[in-house]
């Protein structure tokens, strides 16, 4: 069993920057593929970046990239969302999720395990 545990969400004004963490329990990081998905209200989830389990490999959402990196550090456990340039569209309830595959993974319904998602708000 994994568990993720996001942290990093908040109010920023549009332009501004932010950082979402994610870290998974456990010792079995390195098995998993990781992705970055989000939720706005009334719309569907979708991928924002994924990343491989071991070449570094990355996907990122056409509406993110240039601004949004995806990153994983093996020695803490974590993967990073690092987001720059926000704009209000990006305002979402965001969740880590991760994947017993090599990834990167684009469809959602191949994640395994998600966490409980957290906030990121940008203001106009």
């Known amino acids: 069993q994994v568990q993720l545990v996001e942290s990093g969400g908040g109010l920023v004004q549009a332009g501004g920057s932010l950082r979402l963490s994610c870290g998974p329990s456990?010792?079995?990081?390195?098995?998993?593929?990781m992705g970055w998905f989000r939720q706005a209200p009334g719309k569907e989830r979708e991928l924002v970046a994924a990343i491989s389990r071991s070449t570094g490999s990355t996907y990122y959402a056409e509406s993110v990239k240039g601004r949004f990196t995806i990153s994983r550090d093996y020695a803490q456990n974590t993967v990073a969302l690092q987001m720059n340039s926000l704009k209000p569209e990006d305002t979402a309830v965001y969740y880590c999720a991760a994947a017993s595959q090599s990834g990167p993974v684009v469809a959602g319904n191949e994640y395994d395990y998600w966490g409980q998602g957290t906030q990121v708000t940008v203001s106009s």
């Open positions: 456990g010792r079995t990081f390195k098995r998993y593929a």
